[in-house]
């Protein structure tokens, strides 16, 4: 079982920038493809962007594609979501997800998740 924490939200201004990290415990957190998912306010959680086991292989969804970036370091344990040119509808509450045997995707989510870290864009 991997244990998942986030970090790095917080309040930007629209243009901004942010960049989330997803800390996981354990020693085989390679063996786990990881996902991003957000929840903004009142509406229900969507998928983000995932990331293969070795980072080989990532998908986005179309409304970050080209501003987002997932990518990881499985040697500090961490996979990060970085956040360009943000906007208000990005503002959401972002959860990190993983699953040992399948990829992450918009229809796919893996039984662990984090606890989530909040993100405000302002106009």
């Known amino acids: 079982q991997v244990q998942l924490v986030e970090s790095g939200g917080g309040l930007v201004q629209a243009g901004g920038s942010l960049r989330l990290s997803c800390a996981a415990s354990?020693?085989?957190?390679?063996?786990?493809?990881v996902g991003w998912f957000r929840q903004p306010p009142g509406k229900e959680r969507e998928f983000v962007a995932a990331i293969s086991w070795r980072g080989g292989s990532t998908n986005y969804a179309d409304s970050v594609k080209g501003r987002f970036t997932i990518s990881r370091d499985n040697a500090k344990n961490t996979v990060y979501l970085q956040m360009n040119s943000l906007n208000p509808e990005d503002t959401a509450v972002y959860y990190c997800?993983?699953?040992?045997?399948?990829?992450?995707?918009?229809?796919?989510?893996?039984?662990?998740w984090g606890q989530g870290t909040q993100v405000t864009v302002s106009s």
């Open positions: 354990g020693r085989t957190f390679s063996s786990y493809a």
């Open positions: 997800n993983a699953d040992r045997n399948l990829l992450i995707r918009k229809d796919r989510e893996g039984p662990y």
